[in-house]
């Protein structure tokens, strides 16, 4: 049974409306701010991995479940005062045995085989009780302003207090990266957050008061009047609806990061477009009626399962696409369950199971999906299934709905008949089409599918079925042009392409995301030259040479392993060890069927040590290593634990009086240039920076533009450089030195938009 009395719409709130609103929405800030503290805290012990929020964002579902669970076992005590009174108890508890904030003690390092029991148990026994008994302040206050105002037409509607809900969780999430984390340090964020608490702990308090105090006796109001039980059809349908934005929102947040161009704080916008979403949908008047929803979700879906594949070129367009289909297809659930809430008697019921269909549909994206797929398969599976959210109209179907879903099926079939065709003997046929042409020939049917898609919007089934079709279809431009191998672990997707180029012949190609992360030529005359980054006329190249000159027994480490290209350089005196937190990517790197450098090219065995290099660098002994090479910093997950002045100290720790410490700063999206060198200069050890240029008459991929900063614990290491003026030791910064305590990712972000 559904209620859609809403409040007049000239009616202003009641004072009481206000301080429940106020205090919703400070609940609410409070939960989603303290997302990415425990984020921060967390990220150094898994290498940065975007998966670390993914992963995160499961846990602290569930943790909203078990809040909202608590809250609807709360309303079988009939007394609001004794409600009152146990949540308030609960919170004072959970605050005081949980103070201040932090990561438990009794977790240790985390296994990098297993992440993921690791990081959920260290999220469990950190903040798992307070952030349970803080979110169920929302469905509680909503619950007991429908019963203190009940036969008004505010107290109708509880619903609309969900919106201030979500404000504040919009708000929270937009000023932690802006405004939170540039002007605190970690460690002032933690104690704010708890002092936060405290006082939102006296807040509650305070509500109780105003309210206890009022002319009605408030704290006594009788129980709302029972209204039909809900059937598990209707639950079902709210835990179907809840999860398939959920999903979504994690689904869209991995594609975008994967597939098209990933890019800093990008998980920040599907959040906010979630949440914006219910915040349009449980208002009183919706800013976009369903009606239009409808219309916007099923031509967005329909061309973005179409143009799934399409990953490079106009990466704005496909920002704009995917995250407009997100919205839309989230907006258009939340509407739907909007007009499916139960009268208020039922509000607690109706969020818990809300809150269960955002841990399925979480769980699955976050947990199950990357153990069961190698690429991200379950975002436009999911969005297919987005169209079973829409209406059902049911009856016989028209003549014209009929020819437009028939005409689905021949369209579908062109690309994947037309690839088969040229994949019959590797060779461009008679036609003249290579698989360049095709790729973009098969847009055109695909287009057209996607047209006759839309046209049958208004069948739900016969929408999904259509759009299924063509993300089948459209998955075949991808998979047998783009890449040849894929593979999928925790801390990413990376994938294995042959490319062909002019001047060396065949490339085999390592991607993460999509970042070039190490490429092997095959050619007999190149298969051993480090290339790219790597090419002895890099800085990076240029160190390695250096610290060979002054030895014939080099010990050289290298944070970041990809395809193992360092490993050319190794000769038979040498000793060389990778720190690598991927196990996926040493196995590729150490396959020769995949990339030879270590198996063919190196002289001698290669060590590699699977972990966070912050913490397996801590139990190698200090003094050891002639060069470290950190190459950590191109992709666009940034480790910054690894720039901050107590890696870069205990990088240097691990060095000899003369060793090199390599900082690799090549960054696409960061300027990460100038913390590096405020902490070398806080640490006041010597430092150079180069900035080297790619040669343009070199062979494509024998060599690449390269960023560097030198660093050595004396003068004497960094001497044969010094004679270069392209290395440079007079660089001025005013930006602040990062540290575990403060990092400014924000600001770096800012910088390179100026510098570009």
């Known amino acids: 049974m559904s209620d859609t009395t809403t409040v007049p719409h000239g009616v202003k709130p009641s004072p009481t409306a206000l301080l429940f609103a106020l205090a919703i929405f400070i609940s609410a800030a409070l939960v989603f701010s303290v997302q990415p503290i425990m984020g921060r805290l967390l990220l150094p012990m898994l290498g940065g991995s975007p998966s670390v929020w993914n992963t995160s964002m499961v846990f602290f579902q569930a943790a909203l479940l078990v809040g909202y669970g608590y809250a609807h076992l709360l309303q079988r005590v009939r007394s609001l005062k004794a409600q009152a009174g146990i949540h308030l108890g609960l919170l004072g508890l959970a605050l005081l045995a949980f103070w201040p904030l932090g990561l438990s003690e009794l977790i240790g390092d985390p296994d990098t085989h297993r992440p993921i029991p690791w990081l959920l148990a260290a999220l469990a026994l950190s903040v798992g009780a307070p952030f349970a008994i803080l979110s169920a302040t929302a ?179 496909l920002f704009v696409l995917h995250l407009g289909t997100f919205f839309f297809t989230a907006l258009m659930c939340h509407q739907r369950l909007a007009e499916l809430k139960p009268l208020p008697d039922r509000l607690t019921e109706f969020f818990l199971w809300l809150s269960l269909g955002g841990v399925v549909g979480g769980a699955f994206t976050a947990l199950i999906a990357p153990g069961i797929f190698q690429t991200v398969i379950e975002y436009p599976l999911v969005l297919c299934l987005a169209a079973l959210a829409r209406p059902w109209q049911r009856g016989r179907l028209s003549r014209d709905e009929m020819l437009w879903a028939a005409a689905v099926i021949p369209l579908c079939l062109m690309p994947p008949l037309l690839f088969w065709w040229l994949g019959a003997d590797g060779r461009p046929h008679h036609m003249g089409l290579t698989w360049d042409v095709a790729r973009k020939v098969v847009y055109f049917p695909l287009a057209a599918a996607a047209i006759c898609a839309f046209m049958v919007r208004d069948r739900a089934r016969l929408f999904f079925v259509a759009l299924s079709l063509v993300a089948l279809s459209a998955a075949q431009v991808g998979v047998r042009y783009d890449w040849t191998e894929s593979a999928r672990s925790f801390f990413g997707v990376i994938r294995r392409a042959d490319v062909n180029f002019n001047q060396i012949g065949d490339v085999r190609i390592l991607m993460h995301g999509t970042t070039l992360h190490g490429a092997q030529a095959q050619a007999p005359q190149w298969r051993c030259r480090p290339g790219l980054y790597y ?222």
């Not at 206890?212 to 179907?240: F, I």
């Not at 915040?279 to 031509?299: E, G, M």
């Open 139 to 317: 469905p509680l206050l909503q619950a007991w302003f429908a019963r203190i105002r009940q036969g008004t037409p505010e107290g109708q509607n509880p619903y609309v207090l969900y919106a201030a809900s979500n404000v504040g969780s919009f708000v929270a999430l937009i000023a932690y990266p802006a405004i939170i984390e540039p002007m605190a340090g970690l460690s002032l964020q933690t104690l704010g957050w708890s002092m936060g608490y405290g006082l939102f702990i006296l807040l509650i308090v305070a509500l109780a008061a105003v309210v206890w105090r009022g002319d009605r006796g408030l704290l006594e109001a009788p129980a709302l009047t029972a209204s039909q039980p809900t059937g598990w059809r209707l639950r079902l349908t709210w835990v179907g609806m809840a999860a398939v934005p959920a999903s979504l929102m994690l689904g869209v947040t991995t594609y975008l990061s994967v597939d098209v161009a990933s890019a800093p704080f990008l998980w920040v916008i599907p959040l906010a477009l979630y949440l914006l979403t219910f915040v349009i949908a449980f208002s009183r008047k919706p800013a976009i009626p369903l009606t239009v929803t409808l219309v916007a979700q099923a031509a967005a879906a329909a061309v973005c399962t179409a143009l799934m594949q399409l990953t490079n070129g106009e990466w704005v367009m």
């Open 535 to 756: 090419a002895p006329t890099t800085p990076i190249g240029e160190a390695v040479i250096v610290t060979q000159n002054r030895t014939a027994n080099a010990v050289m480490g290298v944070v970041g392993e990809g395809t193992g290209s360092m490993a050319a350089y190794k000769r038979a005196g040498d000793n060389l060890t990778f720190f690598e937190i991927d196990p996926v990517v040493d196995r590729w790197a150490r396959d020769p069927e995949r990339f030879s450098y270590i198996s063919e090219c190196a002289d001698g065995p290669v060590r590699t040590v699977l972990g966070d290099a912050r913490l397996t660098l801590r139990h190698e002994p200090s003094g050891t290593y002639d060069l470290l090479l950190v190459d950590a910093f191109s992709s666009d997950a940034v480790p910054t634990h690894m720039l901050t002045v107590e890696a870069i100290r205990e990088f240097l720790r691990v060095l000899k009086p003369d060793g090199l410490l390599v900082l690799h700063l090549s960054n696409r999206n960061l300027e990460i240039t100038s913390p590096t060198i405020a902490a070398a200069r806080a640490l006041g050890v010597p430092y150079l920076h180069k900035i080297y240029g790619e040669n343009p008459q070199a062979p494509q991929m024998t060599e690449s533009s390269t960023e560097v900063v030198v660093l050595s614990p004396s003068a004497a290491g960094l001497a044969p450089f010094a004679i270069d003026p392209r290395w440079r030791g007079d660089l001025e910064t005013e930006t602040a030195p990062w540290t575990d305590d403060y990092v400014n990712l924000f600001g770096a972000l800012v910088r390179e938009a100026q510098l570009d």
